[in-house]
């Protein structure tokens, strides 16, 4: 009679887990690959020059890698122009967001009025009405308020910080509310007793404790106003007075031969303040993003 | 010193002269509030409610604007052949987009909350970039990875003995191409918050159910799916109307072609309203997208305030 | 001078009554506790007094000034909160002078005045730190710091101790009156714990539902109770109440307890409860430490009477001793010499000098 050895129960768990870990592992890496490789591919052609690009070695890497294209855009005033509408209406749009969302959302987490619970929970609900379909009338009634006051609305930046607010505001008041929600009613209290005035509760208590949903809203807000694409392409005609995104893609099918290291370059560029905000806040970004999700 | 011992006949007093006075109080500080939320009420009922309604009247006109045709634009657009196309290619794209989304979403979600916590920053990081950057950019990328002559994949196909694919040339692929790029556009977004919302599901639920000897997928099915329920209709309901809406990826990629196969809304609208100089037509197609997006709406209500009233 | 006045103040939320019209005169100086069950409108009280709440109706005066629409800034109050509401992302010292910043308080004299309170609560050390970093009992002593460094008419405490665990809580009470004793202001203190309000309480306010039931010293509210409600919120263990009637043979008073047990009622009661003879809607009021075990010597007034111990609870000092009657459970405090057992009949000794009879429809201590 031999005495069966049984395998430890605990060696085949964690035989089990170390299986689980490392497919994780492989299927991550895929997908890291998957996601990352047309943002490298990005890179890599913006070192070529032309003739190596339409010489077809290998795609997938640069041989005589130049900073030829780079040169170019940052001398091309074309393209600082570009950068520097983007610039200005981006952090235009932040101050503006900032400030409504941040008066609505004390207004809603802590004062009543008469359909101000409704507000605050339905004011994400203007993402229903997308700007896919504002976009036409928005055309026509900024055509109206030129011909009615001869302020020049078509074809112009600033109209672009005009609409911009309604893509920022209603997802940046939601997350303030949220943030300025979870606040206890006696810090307020306490406070209005030590003397301060309601403005004062706002500047020196509820920001500077709210201060992550804060810095979540304002990337938020930058990054949407400097991605967007529709709007720049419906209301801005003229070269000079569009932001990146349109930019680069006019530029692009205006042309018949396309320089694709220049206009990888410029792409590629134009991602960067998004990129930069998101490496080193990328926690305050992810944050404001599944503010959602844990806070219900 | 008054020693007020309880009695019940100082009960009522007449408090209308008070309650003025406080309704006065009360009224002001209601004042301040509303006047701090206007700007929002006002940019919202400006810009957003006002022109959606407008665009419903400018759907009405004839094209020079002059005079009002009813429903003349819409029974134009049934006509067209194009509109059809339209709306199959909208909702294939939609819903193909966000199932595809959703699955790659929850499933690396589950790779990520895998492996041990120290190294998932790193990772979350890595795989959030596609939505990082703006969406005209990457689509310039994918643009050009899907170029005729110098596709990149192409490359890599005919290195290991298969065809060259037409990506933006031929309508099948071309409609693949665009739910590819929106897929790797969205999915990070998805698996961002499927991450989050796994980390929320109590551990103990995973040992009960191991302990009643439940297997993997059954932990998943049983436990998993049912708590982030919520989660997941959220997220299924908003994505199926911003890619329904979509427009930089179709017009980038493809501007709707070839021969009018992958036009959305969004692109279709863009080139008869603005391109063409007919903004009333281009408000009617908009206006398609709307009962659908009233569907979408309907649903996440009512998902809304089951969640207020389950917490 | 900072008294406080209350006068014929009442308050409703939508119509709902939560307090129904209270006096009340606060001298200066002076540590009034308001005390009552969850609910009694005492909290309400505070918080109108501090201004978080508006007045429906009456007025409340500070320091002889009617403070009904002046918003809690311009009170010259401080509060100390159950969850002391110290701002998370200051540090102590920033908390205490919060107060004073705002007021544009010179630097050198906010740090002088906060370091001297700063000593007298013991919290030197904890000046530059975080109230994260700080522990329940640390936290209420800043929340106490910042309401003394700005030096207000009157001091108001939202049930301060509800959240600390018993022995901070016992340990942190003594604090409190030592700091009372050092910087003398009026203060009003809210708390539902009726030993906190005896210990610390110049004068204490019983509250229920919205109305005063007795404003008087601890003695008085102890020995003199006016009513139900406060004979029995106030002492713990709480007051025996036994029904009873008052019965009248041949110009002696008896208590009517039960069937067969009757006490004559001590002879210098007699004249005050001569004109409710015959009423049988009574109860008897008697403190557990008036219900002893049975001693040789007894004085007029006290009574023996059998009666079956049920359950016996020794606290060391002392033994409680329950048994039935009437249907109620009696609480008696025996020496735990006199060894009585449960199941087990035994004598015992009322003391009624101390009696109180409460007519039990009006609730009103005769």
Known sequence: MSTLALPAPRASLKRERRWALIWSYVFLVIFAVIFLTPPLYMLVTSLKTSAEISAVTLPWWVFHPTLENYRTLFTSEQYLTFFRNSAVVALSVVAITMVISILAAFSLSRMRFWGSAALATGVFLTYLIPETLLFIPLFKIFAFVQDWTGIEMMNHWWVLIVVYPTLTVPFCTWIMIGYFASIPKELDEAALIDGASYFQVLTRIFLPVALPGVIAATIFAFTVSWADFLYPMAFTTSIDQMVLPAGIVTTLIKGDVYNWGQIMTAALLGALPPLLIYAFLMDYYIAGLTAGATKG | ?????????????????????????????????????????????????????????????????????????????????????????????????????????????????????????????????????????????????????????????????????????????????????????????????????????????????????????????????????????????????????NFDIVRILTNGGPIDQTHVFATWAFQLGIEGGDLPLGACVSLFMFPILGIAAYFILRDINRRGTEA | MAQVNLRKVFKEYDEVPAVRGIDLDIGDKEFVVLVGPSGCGKTTTLRMIAGLEDITDGEILIGGDVVNDVPPKDRDIAMVF???????????????????????????????????????????????????????????????????????????????????????????????????????????????????????????????????????????????????????????????????????????????????????????????????????????GLRPEHLTEMRSQSAPGQSAFDATVEVTEPMGMETLVFFSLNGAEVCARTNPAANLQPGKRAQLLADLRYMHLIDETSGRVL
């Open chain 2, 1 to 245: 010193m008054a020693n007020g011992i309880a009695t019940e006949a100082a009960a009522r007093l007449p408090v209308a002269r008070r309650r003025a006075a406080r309704r006065r109080f009360a009224r002001h500080k209601s004042l301040i509030a509303f006047l701090m939320a206007l700007p929002l009420i006002a940019l919202i009922a400006a810009l957003v409610v006002y022109p959606a309604f407008y665009s419903l009247w400018l759907a009405m006109l004839n094209k020079g604007m002059e005079h009002f045709v009813a429903l003349g634009n819409f029974t134009c657009l049934f006509r067209r052949d194009v509109f059809g196309r339209v709306v199959k290619q909208s909702v294939i794209f939609a819903v193909s987009a966000v199932i595809f989304k959703a699955l790659i979403g929850f499933v690396v979600a589950h790779f990520v909350h895998n492996i041990p916590a120290k190294g998932q920053r790193k990772w979350r990081g890595m795989l959030l970039v596609p939505w990082v950057i703006p969406p005209a950019m990457s689509t310039l990328a994918w643009f050009w990875l899907f170029d005729p002559s110098y596709s990149a994949f192409n490359w890599v196909l005919s290195r290991i003995g298969l065809h060259a694919v037409p990506w933006l040339g031929d309508p099948l692929w071309a409609r693949f191409s665009v739910i590819l790029v929106n897929v790797w556009y969205g999915a990070p977004f998805f698996l961002i918050m499927y991450l989050a919302a796994l980390k929320s599901v109590p551990e103990q639920l995973y040992e009960a159910a191991a302990i009643d000897g439940a297997s993997g997928w059954q932990k998943i099915w049983y436990v998993t799916l049912p708590m982030m329920r919520n989660i997941i209709a959220i997220t299924v309901l908003f994505s199926l109307i911003v890619t329904f809406a």
């Open chain 3, 82 to 284: 159950q969850n002391y509401a110290l701002y998370p992302h200051m540090t102590v010292h920033e908390n205490m002078s919060f107060g004073l910043r705002l007021k544009r308080v010179p630097k050198d004299e906010i740090d002088r005045r906060v370091k001297a309170v700063a000593s007298i609560l013991s919290i030197t050390e904890l000046l530059n730190r975080k109230p994260k970093q700080l522990s329940g009992g640390q936290r209420q002593r800043v929340a106490m710091g910042r309401a003394i460094v700005r030096n207000p008419k009157v001091f108001l405490f939202d049930e301060p101790l509800s959240n600390l665990d018993a022995k901070l809580r016992v340990h942190m009470r003594t604090e409190i009156k030592k700091v009372h004793q050092k910087v003398r202001t009026t203060t009003v203190y809210v708390t539902h714990d009726q030993v906190e309000a005896m210990t610390l309480a110049d004068r204490v306010v019983v509250m229920n539902a919205g109305l005063i039931e007795q404003v008087g010293t601890p003695h008085e509210l102890y020995h003199s109770p006016a009513t139900l409600f406060v004979a029995g919120f106030i002492g713990s263990p709480a007051m025996n109440m036994m029904r009873c009637g008052l019965e009248e043979t041949a110009g002696a008073l008896r208590l009517k307890l039960h069937g067969d047990l009757a006490l004559p009622v001590p002879q210098e009661r007699v004249a005050r409860y001569q004109p409710h003879a015959g009423k049988s809607n009574l109860l008897l």
